[in-house]
């Protein structure tokens, strides 16, 4: 049995330790042309209010998401000069269920990975 799909994430500032609030997020649907489907920004707890593709919303394909890091960082005091937009280009299928897609960051570096 098919699962309904949905996209979340959560941002997790791993140089202090703490959830990354206040970090705005776009995802952008890839094809046919590059078309942002929503912007959000993470709450205290480093995750967006609401899924950013709802089951209702889903539609599968090529997406890229985009969390605006160096923004993040700078308001921190924290400002490298190394990394500004992470873009996590990712392929949704129907049918597979929650996709999450934490992003751990510092100013140097990041990891994701799909989560539950």
Avoid at 73 to 79: L, T, Y
Wanted: glycine content about 10%; hydrophobic content about 40%.
């Amino acid at each position: 049995m098919s699962k309904p799909s949905a996209l979340t994430t959560h941002v997790l500032d791993t140089a202090a330790g703490v959830p990354a609030a206040g970090v705005a997020v776009e995802l952008w649907r890839m094809l046919p042309e590059p078309v942002r489907v929503t912007r959000a920004i993470t709450n205290a707890d480093g995750r967006t209010d609401a899924p950013l593709l709802s089951p209702a919303d889903f539609v599968p394909g090529r997406y890229e998401l985009r969390f605006a890091i160096g923004a993040y960082f700078r308001a921190r005091g924290q400002a490298t000069g190394f990394l500004d937009v992470v873009a996590l280009n990712v392929g949704l299928e129907e049918g597979q269920g929650h996709y999450h897609v934490p992003l751990l960051c510092s100013p140097w570096s990041y990891s994701t990975y799909r989560g539950s």
